[in-house]
């Protein structure tokens, strides 16, 4: 069983503006104005959301979703400034997820934009989604020396 820590309590930096939450342990909704749009943003820890038997979670994981009608040409920039406040505020997280139905092709191309790459569809039950991630340099850095061992 995996320990699932409170999710963050998030500060976006301008254009956007958090108005309200409502936060739990492992969830906040967040309402947000920036770019001419006010809509409501989910925060939530992977490993008790709809997310957490979709793939291999880690208790820090945190999924984030957009809610509403969001500019186009601003949702990139939202979701680069929703993935910069949850690793300020939780250096642990591995993963910043966001899970567009698989079908919303401006959502993921507008997630691909802000950094986030595709990782597989999953198929929830209720609806399928495709995993998009954004990860911080100490998780995806990697040895390019592929003829050592680490630690030999």
Same mark, same amino acid.
């Given at each position: 069983?995996?320990t699932v820590p409170q %999710?963050?309590?998030?500060? +976006?930096?301008?254009?956007?503006?958090?108005?309200?939450?409502r936060p739990? =342990?492992?969830?906040?909704? +967040?309402?947000?104005?920036?770019? *001419? &749009?006010?809509?409501?943003?989910? %925060?939530?820890?992977?490993?008790?959301?709809?997310?957490?038997?979709?793939? !291999? %979670?880690?208790? =820090?994981?945190?999924? /984030?979703?957009?809610?509403?009608?969001? !500019? !186009?040409?601003? +949702? !990139?920039?939202?979701?680069? &400034?929703?993935?910069?406040?949850?690793?300020?505020?939780?250096?642990?997280? #591995? #993963?910043?997820? @966001?899970?567009?139905? *698989?079908? $919303?092709?401006?959502?993921?191309?507008?997630?691909?934009?802000?950094? @986030?790459?595709?990782? +597989?569809? /999953? $198929?929830?039950?209720?609806?399928?989604?495709?995993?998009? %991630?954004?990860?911080?340099?100490?998780?995806?850095?990697?040895?390019?020396?592929?003829?050592?061992?680490?630690?030999?």
């Amino acid at each position: 069983m995996v320990t699932v820590p409170q %999710v963050p309590q998030l500060t +976006l930096r301008p254009p956007w503006n958090v108005l309200s939450t409502r936060p739990t =342990h492992y969830s906040s909704e +967040l309402r947000v104005r920036g770019h *001419s &749009a006010q809509l409501t943003v989910r %925060v939530e820890r992977c490993a008790a959301g709809r997310l957490r038997n979709a793939y !291999p %979670v880690g208790a =820090h994981d945190t999924e /984030v979703g957009v809610h509403g009608t969001c !500019p !186009p040409a601003a +949702l !990139p920039d939202l979701l680069q &400034a929703l993935t910069d406040a949850v690793t300020d505020e939780d250096p642990r997280c #591995r #993963r910043v997820v @966001f899970a567009p139905a *698989s079908t $919303d092709q401006a959502c993921i191309r507008a997630a691909d934009a802000a950094g @986030f790459r595709y990782v +597989l569809d /999953v $198929d929830l039950g209720t609806e399928a989604v495709s995993l998009l %991630v954004a990860e911080p340099l100490w998780v995806t850095r990697t040895d390019m020396d592929l003829d050592r061992v680490p630690g030999s």
